[in-house]
Nanobody, 118 residues
Framework: QGQLVESGGGLVQPGGSLRLSCAASGFTLDYYDIGWFRQAPGKEREGVTCISSADGTTHYADAVKGRFTISRDNAKRTAYLQMNSLKPEDTAVYYC???????????WGQGTQVTVSS
């Protein structure tokens, strides 16, 4: 059974950086679109960014454009989210999602907490 495991979350001061990782086990990421989502306390889960399996095309939510970068390394079965210039409003649990469009099948990781505070 495939599984996604996020890591790299933590406490960081405003203006700081973190890099989240999303590692796949039991399957390869090659044919999966990858997305990062986040959920802040009392709010609904929202999409942050995604990267296509076909050509690496990326999309970003307006709130993170210019600060966050998504990438993937299929050989390592890992996707990444580089987060720079972090703001308190970026505080949330961050989840990665792998979506296989041909089968309309997706997997979610368990989430990793990111807290931006001085």
């Amino acid at each position: 059974q495939g599984q996604l495991v996020e890591s790299g979350g933590g406490l960081v001061q405003p203006g700081g950086s973190l890099r989240l990782s999303c590692a796949a086990s039991g399957f390869t990421l090659d044919y999966y679109d990858i997305g990062w989502f986040r959920q802040a306390p009392g709010k609904e889960r929202e999409g942050v960014t995604c990267i296509s399996s076909a050509d690496g095309t990326t999309h970003y939510a307006d709130a993170v454009k210019g600060r966050f970068t998504i990438s993937r390394d299929n050989a390592k079965r890992t996707a990444y989210l580089q987060m720079n210039s972090l703001k308190p409003e970026d505080t949330a649990v961050y989840y990665c999602n792998a979506y296989y469009s041909a089968l309309q099948y997706d997997l979610w990781g368990q989430g990793t907490q990111v807290t931006v505070s001085s």
